[in-house]
């Protein structure tokens, strides 16, 4: 795809052809048996992963609906159903793997798509606002040159793509934010443990929280002179 020749290969790795999402693959595997054949992921026809992303996002997917003439309608509508299924399954993949980031960061991240037929070429998004909520939207459309006269039109092609550049290295920073709130809370978790066991080990040692002392059950006391336990005793006067 033509967006390949615009992106910095120091920060994607680009991979084109008849590819499939591995966050796609992995998520239709979930939950089964490692005896059964593997099902692959959506198909994509572009795939940029960030280099610098600890995830290994996949931040950037494309498609290409077709060359010329221009495709059905129905072609262009089922690709772009396509790659939102792709960008989807990439959002819940990385949400999974950094599920103790907070809510906030984790809504804050988004990824790119690319689809493209004829002439045109147009740029997507895709965020998550809550669960099972994502908001899939263009974010431009480009008329691609089709003569020399009109080739004067690249320029906007160009800094579309500029502003892609620049988003994905915004999207690479957010994501190791993201990644690092993750592992600190890892560490805070491990720091509540580590004292909660400091303290049970001056109280109880290595064997935990000593438990209160049951209260021995009292025996009975005999009082004398009660009803039930006096007697009288008598002594006869005579003797």
């Known amino acids: 795809m033509l967006t390949r020749r615009f992106l910095d290969n120091t920060e994607l790795k680009m991979d084109s052809g008849e590819i499939c999402s591995w966050a796609s693959a992995q998520r239709r595997n979930e939950g089964r048996s490692i005896a ?3 099902r692959v992921g959506q198909k994509c026809d572009f795939r940029g992963t960030l280099k610098h992303s600890i995830n290994k ?5 494309g498609l290409r609906s077709g060359g010329l003439p221009e495709p059905h309608r129905k072609k262009i509508f089922l690709d772009s159903l396509d790659l939102s299924i792709t960008m989807r399954d990439i959002l819940h993949a990385f949400f999974k793997s950094n599920a103790n980031s907070p809510s906030e960061d984790l809504h804050k991240i988004f990824i790119l798509g690319v689809q493209s037929w004829g002439w045109t070429h147009q740029v997507l998004a895709m965020d998550c606002k809550g669960t099972n909520i994502c908001r899939y ?27 892609v550049k620049a988003t994905l290295h915004s999207i690479c920073n957010k994501a190791n934010d993201v990644a690092l709130f993750h592992a600190r809370a890892h560490r805070r978790k491990r720091i509540g443990k580590d004292r909660e066991e400091h303290d049970n080990l001056d109280i109880g040692g290595w064997f935990g929280k000593t438990t209160g002392t049951p209260t021995s059950k009292k025996s009975p006391t005999l009082e004398y002179g009660s009803s039930k336990t006096s007697r009288t005793l008598e002594y006869d006067s005579s003797a």
């Open 36 to 38: 059964l054949h593997a």
């Open 57 to 61: 996002l996949e931040a950037i997917t």
């Open 137 to 163: 939207g263009k974010l431009c459309t480009t008329a691609l040159p089709n003569s020399i006269r009109t080739l004067a039109c690249l320029e906007k092609f160009y800094i579309e793509m500029k502003n």
